[in-house]
């Protein structure tokens, strides 16, 4: 691993606890010392679960995964101006989601929208953003309604656990129906129900990720921990190939898959097992889609939740939930083998790591 290559600048981390404690931290990671400091810590917003960046650096947003805001039945969805040079943060403001339980967030590429899912509303929603970063009310909130999945204990409604763009669309993931939902984006302002693609009966679609080059999409399914490849058509749908699993051959024990990542390359795919406690490590045919696993790494803590993959593909960063402990991996970049480097820090109840500036 080049010394050279690695990431330098700032991270952010959400993790869960009360509007008293503090819930992001703003971070400096030196990637070739395989370091983290904290330089920030933010209060004032309870169980910051999931951060996006806007495509410009300059804005940061966070979910507050909650099922009342006040008065109001739903979460909220808080800006934050980046300092330029630290990385550190200023609140702007912060509107309703119309959800309870929002646990996703992502900007649209062209910087005009954030979009939430709402886990226990079982709805997505777009707020527009202002020219200033602060984000305006909600313009459209969209709930599909349909058979629930056969998972009785946690599929006893839809549960909207992801929003994904990709373009023109977005894609909602329901963990409820076992339906991903594709929206195309009008205006920045809309989202307008194009198709629903059906995954296997009890799979639990849980985050998605999108093929660089390939027209291809992978869909962690959390309640049976496997993966499915999607092919992605060039109106935005989506259609299951085939499915394989991101645990060990044999393992009987209980397993919540989490998160899923591919490689910049495209080559490698990773995936977050809690319960096994690992990352799933596959490779990715270049030309069908299709995945090998290849590892199953110990993520040396408890609940890997979310994770990230460095912009050069040499090193990873595992958020464990329930240990606490966010833990470094060094990435083969010929193999797409990962290997432990050790915890660099540890704070309460971690689950989002977002990538900001680089020095």
Known sequence: MSKKQTFAGVLYVGTYGAEAVPTVYVCDFDGAAGTIAVKQEVTRIENAS???????GRHLYAVSETGRTGEEIGGSVVSYAIEAGSGTLTELNRQLTHGADPCYITVDSTNKAVLVANY?????????????GTIAPATSVVREEAPLGSNEARQDAPHAHAIVVNGQYAYVNDLGTDLIHTFRIEEGTRLVKQSSCKLHAGAGPRHLVFHPTLPAAYVMNELDSTVTLLNVSDQGELTPVNTVSALPAGFTGYNDAADI???PSGRYLYSSNRGHNSIAVFSVDQASGSLTLLQNASCEGDAPRNFLVMPDGSQ???ANQKTGNIVLFSVNEETGL????????????????????AK
């Open 120 to 132: 226990s509303g079982g709805n997505a929603t777009l707020l527009p953003i202002n020219e200033d």
């Open 316 to 318: 990873l960063l595992v």
């Open 261 to 263: 990542h591919l490689s």
């Open 50 to 56: 999931y951060l996006a960046v806007d495509p410009a």
């Open 338 to 357: 990962i290997q432990s480097e050790g915890t660099i820090l540890e704070v309460p109840s971690p689950v989002c790591i977002r990538l900001g500036a």
